[in-house]
């Protein structure tokens, strides 16, 4: 993988292909793998930029000590984006969103458009009975280390409480051994992800910088799934009504993982936006 340095340390990322840059985030406890099904898929005349970002299967640690609250991971990327000095992004989320909070930070400048996937929004923080194991595993002396050797385990990633309503279709096995061996390995990959999960969520504050995205200039896509309880379907319409250029997709038979449950639909999804948009603000 490359890499490159920003404030926080070193961050390794994917890339391919050449033209505007679409940089896809992922979710806690994933990497760039999550799209591992729908890249090679998307159209051409892009360049597609996939950094692991420090929620829990990233490869190294950053420095300690940083700032990885919420406002610390949008600065992250901020500072990513300025970096590889990407300018005029279309920048993709995916059940992690945080990063939906750079409009209400002041660090979208560099923010073309937006592509959101099932994605925490509004007072979804942390979300569903997912998001509440992983704050109990975060409260409890050993809990990461716990939970990630559970997740190993198909029977039990397939619970509701782990996996199970995050993707309709079964993880495989080599997918999750990838995305939990670095904090299987390394405790200071465990120390990134508990200084997140450990950092508190205001509910107040999330809806207002939730709803900051009204001050978003830029075209949207929302490719929301209609089925699922950890995303509910509401907060897709949601964001379409509060982002003045947003469009809503929803993709059936779909958990937060469309990507990995309906792939072919998400290509197309966002093959159509891409090619029809511009990201120019």
Excluded: C
């Excluded at 500072?79 to 990063?99: C, I, K, N, P, Y």
């Amino acid at each position: 993988m490359a890499t490159v340095e920003i404030p926080a340390g070193r961050i390794h990322y994917r890339e391919r292909g050449e033209g505007p840059p679409v940089v896809l985030l992922h979710g806690l406890l994933m990497n760039h793998t999550v799209w591992d099904s729908v890249i090679d898929a998307l159209p051409t005349g892009f360049r597609y930029v996939l950094p692991d970002l420090p929620l829990g299967a990233h490869p190294e640690p950053l420095r300690a000590g940083v700032d990885l609250s919420l406002r610390g991971l949008n600065h992250l990327v901020a500072d990513f984006l300025a970096a590889l000095d990407l300018r005029e992004v279309t920048l993709v989320h995916s059940d992690w969103g945080g990063a939906l909070f750079l409009t209400a930070y002041g660090l979208d400048e560099r923010i073309g458009r937006l592509i959101i996937f099932p994605s925490e929004a509004f007072d979804n923080f942390p979300p569903g009975l997912p998001g509440k194991t992983a704050a109990l595993a975060s409260a409890l002396p050993g809990g990461v280390v716990l939970a990630l050797r559970q997740m190993r385990v198909g029977l039990l990633r397939r619970s509701p409480l782990m996996f199970g309503w995050m993707a309709r279709s079964p993880l495989p096995d080599a997918l999750v051994h990838a995305w939990t061996e670095p904090g299987l390995r390394d405790p200071r990959i465990r120390a990134d992800l508990l200084a997140y999960t450990r950092s508190g969520f205001d509910k107040r504050e999330l809806i207002a910088n939730t709803e900051a995205l009204q001050h978003f200039p830029g075209e949207t896509l929302i490719v929301w799934s209609s089925a699922g309880k950890v995303m509910p379907r509401e907060h897709g319409h949601r964001l379409a009504a509060l982002i003045p250029r947003a469009r809503l997709v929803e993709i059936d038979d779909a958990y937060v993982l469309s990507m990995l449950d309906q792939p072919a639909a998400v290509v197309a999804a966002v093959t159509e936006f891409l090619t029809t948009t511009t990201a120019d603000r």
